[in-house]
């Protein structure tokens, strides 16, 4: 069986959750690889309808097997808070079908606090943090300074880990915020509210992918976010601190010998962004508001109102080669049915020069779009189930996208339940 990568082509919040939910039937793993609980995967089933931030979008199919992996951050607090949410509608997770890596480093109370207390220091030049603790957590994780989550399985060790770390994590909150430092007592009673709760699910998943992998099982890998936040090829600095795009996957899975067969890249029909930093085609006023209506758009985790716009053809072209996309789900394309004529961002100008190339993140606050327009629709299509059901605008406007990103699209999505959906 192949491998497969869901991910996200522009900022997050292109709909990889619906996207997981809908072909897990074809897999026997999915495997979240990177990031917290600072972004929401939303889905919706027979269940009911879900914000998931850390749990794998997987978690609803029976027989499927879930994993945290080793490059995820684990707050066990959110976490554990999530899981009795979901399982009070409904869904088993028991450590049978959830898994979470004995590698993965845990993400404790202090760096919420660190991060609420950077973005404050920061004032207007914050980064448009959601406040997780993100940052801190993976600045401390490349120091060597975090708690791994196969620690909760030798107390003794634990308790001299943490008495370490409290002891250097107190200097910064002391002396460079003038915040209040932890006790070992706080520390302990948090271990013990949340840390020994998800302690029955943590185990050796390297050992549990790589026997999958031996008897050919198919896998999934869930990425967090979307290109144009990964750390190292997003709009650095307003990123996320880890890398979202498909080639990490291995990596952050557990599973550094996977070969990834299939990337899906995930693409709203127009653009959305949560948080700061430059969003070339933004729109504003009456005309934001409305899109922003329509599409619901507002922030799973923080329920902040998005930054909407057009769809962006420079950042989704950019966001199909960084990511190394295969193929393309294109979502929300119901949203636009409002619209007489649909905007799009076809092209930027920087400096008075027309140009299809993503810019280096020093530029971008000077790009500007270039946009064009295509005819609207004008009616309701959510729920047409086939390709040649759909208006003729509608078909040409997906052709026109496919076109200038350089991707085939082979899924259509005209509304967020799972047989919302249209396979070209």
Known sequence: MSNCAIVGINWGDEGKGRMVDLITKDYDMVV??????????????????????????????????????????VDCESLWTEIEAVRSQGVSITPENLKISDRASLLLPWHRDLDSLEEARLADKKYGSTKQGIAPFYSDKFQKKTVMAGELLYPEQLLERLSSLREWKNLTLQKV??????????????????????QPFVCDTGAVLRKAQSEGK???????????????????????????IAAYAPVGSGLPTARIDEVIGVVKAYSSCVGEGPFTC??????????????SEYGAKTGRPRRVGPIDLVATR????????????LTKLDVLSYLDEIPI????????????????????GEAKPVMETMPGWKCDISGIHSWEALPEAARKYVEYVEQAIGCHIGYVSVGPERDAIIIR
């Open 218 to 244: 198919a896998i999934l890998f869930e990425a967090q976010l979307g290109a144009l936040r990964d750390l190292d090829y997003g709009i650095y600095p307003y990123t996320t601190s880890s890398n979202s």
């Open 177 to 198: 915020y003038g915040a209040e430092g932890y006790t070992m007592k706080q520390l302990m009673s948090w271990i013990q509210d949340f840390g020994k709760k998800i």
């Open 32 to 73: 979240r690889y990177q990031g917290g609980g600072n972004a929401g995967h939303t889905v919706v089933n027979e269940y009911g309808k879900f914000a998931l931030h850390l749990l794998p979008s997987g978690i609803f199919r029976p027989g499927v097997i879930n994993i945290l992996g080793n490059g995820v951050a």
């Open 282 to 295: 933004e729109l504003f006023g009456e005309e934001a508001e409305k899109l922003r209506d329509a599409g």
């Open 318 to 329: 950019y966001g199909v080669q960084v990511q190394g996309a295969t193929n393309i789900a």
């Open 345 to 364: 961002c076809a092209h930027y100008e920087i400096h008075g020069q027309q140009t299809d190339e993503f810019p280096f993140p020093t530029l971008l």
